[in-house]
T-cell receptor, first 114, second 116 residues
Framework: DGGITQSPKYLFRKEGQNVTLSCEQNLNHDAMYWYRQDPGQGLRLIYYSQIVNDFQKGDIAEGYSVSREKKESFPLTVTSAQKNPTAFYLC?????????????FGNGTRLTVT | AQSVAQPEDQVNVAEGNPLTVKCTYSVSGNPYLFWYVQYPNRGLQFLLKYITGDNLVKGSYGFEAEFNKSQTSFHLKKPSALVSDSALYFCAVRRRSNFGNEKLTFGTGTRLTIIP
């Protein structure tokens, strides 16, 4: 089955530690995205990548970093500079095409920082 | 800047009754519009999209949405609600263009509860 795998499902970290969230897709999609979801705020775009070795900041990139060394993988690092990292993080992908293909989402990683 | 408003945080509907989840949008030019559904501790699932043409769009699980350009709305509807429809629903908009990299903007979500 094609899809997006995010791991782990739950992640706990102490304040001041960097943490990396995994996102892997086997849909052969060019574009990948990271969103952050907080109650009552909807989804906010952190970073996105349209092609390997290229990525752009979204609306709330401060305190986060990404890499895109392989088409299938788009890991997100939450650094100690992120002031409020506890959230539900969603990875998504889509065909990068002229048109309007929908986003495909993983099942998310819930990060708790104490 | 583009934006989406979902004016109701919570909608309660009795099972078997019709349901409506409201969405209005603001975007420069013509829009592409989407509805997604999210079940607890899961990612979002695509329900339907409006591109162009017929203002009534049919999607998954018996849902449909009506595009109204004059009211800049894209309300989600279903003729007869099921308990399994209970979930969080998100409306999203992007600007219509020839580029696949246009940003998608999401609303804040509406929690739909179907009462048995």
């Amino acid at each position: 089955d094609g899809g997006i795998t995010q791991s782990p499902k739950y992640l706990f970290r102490k304040e001041g530690q960097n943490v990396t969230l995994s996102c892997e897709q086997n849909l052969n999609h060019d574009a990948m995205y990271w969103y952050r979801q907080d109650p009552g705020q909807g989804l906010r775009l952190i970073y996105y990548s349209q092609i390997v070795n290229d990525f752009q900041k979204g609306d709330i990139a401060e305190g986060y970093s990404v890499s895109r060394e392989k088409k299938e993988s788009f890991p997100l690092t939450v650094t100690s500079a992120q002031k409020n990292p506890t959230a539900f993080y969603l990875c998504a992908s889509k065909d990068y095409e002229v048109g309007i293909s929908p986003l495909h989402f993983g099942n998310g990683t819930r990060l708790t920082v104490t | 800047a583009q934006s989406v408003a979902q004016p109701e945080d919570q909608v309660n509907v009795a099972e078997g009754n019709p349901l409506t989840v409201k969405c209005t949008y603001s975007v420069s030019g013509n829009p592409y519009l989407f509805w997604y559904v999210q079940y607890p501790n899961r990612g979002l699932q695509f329900l339907l999209k409006y591109i162009t043409g017929d203002n009534l769009v049919k999607g998954s699980y018996g849902f449909e949405a009506e595009f109204n350009k004059s009211q800049t709305s894209f309300h989600l509807k279903k003729p007869s609600a099921l308990v399994s429809d209970s979930a969080l629903y998100f409306c999203a908009v992007r600007r219509r263009s020839n580029f696949g990299n246009e940003k998608l903007t999401f609303g804040t979500g509406t929690r739909l509860t179907i009462i048995p």
